[in-house]
Nanobody, 118 residues
Framework: VQLVESGGDSVQAGGSLRLSCAAS????????MGWIRQVSGKEREGVAG????????WYAASVKGRFTISRDNAKNTMYLQMNSLKPGDTAMYYC?????????????WGQGTQVTVS
């Protein structure tokens, strides 16, 4: 599975962005997906996750109430709507996939898209 993120940009604090993650194959539809971010020199942080059907989601405490994860299995695409952005949200954002949400590690990763909030 190849994953391609898009939508990263530079925005002012309080602004919004929507990230997209397009998958290359229909196996996306059965995969547990997630958004993970990383600041250079720091550890990766799980931001949000969503199960294959889209009915179950989870969020990091730092983004809960501001970010919304969703997916459109007909389009093999996952989204992250980010509102009320803060400078602390500045990071490279990666989408990732794994077979089951109970699996410990993501198996497939995109190349990342940069989000900068000033």
């Amino acid at each position: 599975v190849q994953l391609v993120e898009s939508g990263g940009d530079s925005v002012q604090a309080g602004g919004s962005l929507r990230l997209s993650c397009a998958a290359s194959t229909g196996t996306f539809r059965s995969a547990c997906m997630g958004w993970i971010r990383q600041v250079s020199g720091k550890e990766r942080e799980g931001v949000a996750g969503i199960n294959s059907g889209g009915g179950e989601t989870w969020y990091a405490a730092s983004v809960k109430g501001r970010f919304t994860i969703s997916r459109d299995n007909a389009k093999n695409t996952m989204y992250l709507q980010m509102n009320s952005l803060k400078p602390g949200d500045t990071a490279m954002y990666y989408c990732a996939a794994k077979g089951q949400c109970s699996d410990s590690d993501y198996n497939y990763w995109g190349q990342g898209t940069q989000v900068t909030v000033s």
